[in-house]
């Protein structure tokens, strides 16, 4: 039972592009989302969050909105640049719960 | 310079043998975390402790145990009971605290290989 879901393997875009990367998820008692980063081999690192009060949140060329009645999250990168190339997960919490359910993973690679 | 480290980077285990991954963390955080990443799957939660000398098993606990003696460390032992060992294992750690909007923060992982 996937409770959330990166249904795009991987992603390509060139530099200077918008990246849009997906994301869904099925429990409606998630009320917190995030988005990580992550190289091969190193842990991933937070990149931005979002609470189910809002719809929208911003932090420099990182954008996630978040759509509850559909259940889904996005996470926006402009400009994107070759330093994006990545994994990136995205990670859903019921705040009742300490638990963080992560998705599979989107690989975005950005060329020059 | 807080974080959270982890060691080895790598490690071997050999048929039977019960092997420790450390994790140590510097932050002041109440909880810590150890997940398991396979090729082409996403983290999935193996113990969590929100706090001293208590944890929790996640969903996947099943051959592999934990301590958590200070508030620092959180190291896991993977049993000889775990069949397949081969991972990437992740650490993390957060405020806790009953905090609802928190982030988790991860180390650089271990990587167990089965000889």
């Known amino acids: 039972d996937q409770q959330v879901k990166q249904n795009s393997p991987s992603l390509s875009v060139q530099e200077g592009r918008i990246s849009i990367l997906n994301c869904d998820y099925t429990?409606?008692?998630?009320?917190?989302f995030l988005w990580y980063k992550k190289y091969p081999a190193e842990g991933p690192t937070f990149l931005i969050s979002?609470?189910?009060?809002?719809d929208k949140n911003e932090d420099g060329r990182f954008t996630v909105f978040l759509n509850k009645s559909a259940k889904h999250l996005s996470l926006h990168i402009v400009p994107s640049q070759p330093g994006d190339s990545a994994v990136y997960f995205c990670a859903s919490k019921d705040t009742g719960f300490q638990k963080l359910v992560f998705g599979t993973g989107t690989r975005l690679l950005v060329s020059p | 310079d807080g974080g959270i480290t982890q060691s080895p980077k790598y490690l071997f285990r050999k048929e039977g043998q019960n092997v420790t991954l450390s994790c140590e963390q510097n932050?002041?955080?109440?909880?810590m975390y150890w997940y398991r990443q396979d090729p082409g799957q996403g983290l999935r939660l193996i113990y969590y402790?929100?706090?001293?000398?208590?944890?929790q098993k996640g969903d996947i606990a099943e051959g592999y145990s934990v301590s958590r003696e200070k508030k620092e460390s959180f190291p896991l032992t993977v049993t000889s009971a775990q069949k397949n060992p081969t991972a990437f294992y992740l650490c993390?750690?957060?405020?806790?605290?009953?905090?609802?909007?928190?982030?988790?923060?991860f180390g650089p992982g271990t990587r167990l290989l089965v000889l």
């Open positions: 993390a750690s957060s405020l806790g605290r009953g905090l609802a909007l928190e982030t988790q923060y």
């Open positions: 402790s929100q706090i001293v000398n208590d944890f």
């Open positions: 932050l002041n955080h109440d909880a």
């Open positions: 979002i609470s189910s009060i809002k």
């Open positions: 429990n409606s008692m998630f009320d917190y």
